[in-house]
């Protein structure tokens, strides 16, 4: 089974190479950018980064503060639009970010990216987490810079759910294969998206295009058996939720959508001359219905009349 790749670096002794040595390994974790270590004689420092292609978790603490700052000529020099959503779990995180400021305490979390300019600080006896997530599973979900640097509060509800599934991978990181983790972050994307809208619909203004997606996809797929709800969300990159509530908006629901393909199709079969010699049953099979009963059921109730009326029509 494929691994993690776990790093652990650590800082006790406060010289200079080693202060030196832990900017440069803070950066690797991340992508290029000035960091400074502020009273340097007393600091501390132990990071932790387990990682997939896809997917990275780094976890943190720090005796005293330290300042992170990536500038427009880094992101024009090595850009990374990957997103990151930072939690802080003990003592404050302060996040300038795309003319915004948000002052993190233990408890809360912000979702921003590596591609806008930004100022990051950490205060005395500091912890936290910073989950990488691919640009493209966030702005499948919320829009392309939709709901940054937005202030979360994971003490309760779901939020609190997120933090105890971060602090999960930290914990698990030794025994999830590369597989587990991908699964598990790609899972806690959907989460933190959801907690970021704050509600069960995606932006009004990407609404009706996420929905016409969904259409596509089941028109595509109808006659897979296994097309269902969670399939479409894990294909489209959002909760089953979130489809059943946009859809429920849009009048209809995945199921009906996706008998309604089904049954499109097998009426097109059943009115095509070569296809005589199928019997009732394959043609229900070839359309994805799980048996002739189930078909013949749905298609009276859709058109009034059975397949085989159909057909001899």
């Known amino acids: 089974m494929d691994a993690i790749s776990v790093d652990t670096t650590s800082v006790d002794r406060p010289r200079a190479d080693q202060l030196e040595y832990w900017c440069e390994r803070i950066s690797s974790f991340h992508c290029t950018a000035n960091?400074?270590?502020?009273?340097?004689?007393?600091?501390?420092?132990?990071?932790?980064?387990?990682?997939t292609r896809s997917y990275q978790l780094v976890t943190w603490g720090v005796s005293?503060?330290?300042w992170v700052q990536r500038t427009k000529r880094h992101i024009h020099t090595v850009p990374d639009e990957r997103y990151r959503f930072v939690v802080t779990t003990r003592g404050t995180l302060a996040l300038r970010h795309a003319d915004n400021q948000r002052m993190l305490t233990a408890g809360t979390g912000a979702l921003f990216t590596m591609n806008t300019p930004f100022d990051l600080g950490v205060g005395s006896r500091h912890k936290g987490m910073i989950l990488t997530m691919p640009r493209r599973e966030i702005d499948q979900r919320l829009g392309r810079g939709a709901l940054l640097n937005t202030e979360m509060d994971l003490t309760r509800g779901l939020g609190r759910l997120i933090h105890t599934s971060l602090v999960t991978l930290?914990?698990?990181?030794?025994t999830l294969t590369a597989t587990q983790f991908d699964r598990a972050s790609q899972h806690l994307t959907d989460l933190v998206c959801l907690l970021a809208l704050g509600d069960t619909q995606p932006p009004t203004s990407h609404a009706r295009e996420i929905e016409l997606q969904i259409r596509q996809h089941i028109r595509g797929n109808a006659r897979d058996p296994r097309l269902n709800t969670e399939s479409i969300a894990q294909a489209l990159g959002w909760s089953q939720r979130q489809i059943q509530t946009l859809l429920r908006q849009a009048g209809t629901t995945p199921s009906e959508l996706i008998r309604q393909e089904r049954l499109h199709y097998a009426q097109q079969q059943l009115e095509n001359p070569t296809n005589v010699h199928k019997t009732i049953t394959q043609i229900a099979y070839e359309s994805g219905f799980n048996s002739a009963h189930t078909f013949t059921k749905a298609f009276r109730q859709h058109f009034g009349h059975t397949p085989k009326d159909h057909r001899d029509h």
Do not use: M, N
């Open 35 to 51: 960091s400074r270590v502020l009273r340097p004689d007393d600091f501390q420092g132990r990071a932790t980064c387990q990682r």
């Open 64 to 66: 005293t503060p330290q």
């Open 170 to 174: 930290k914990t698990e990181r030794h």
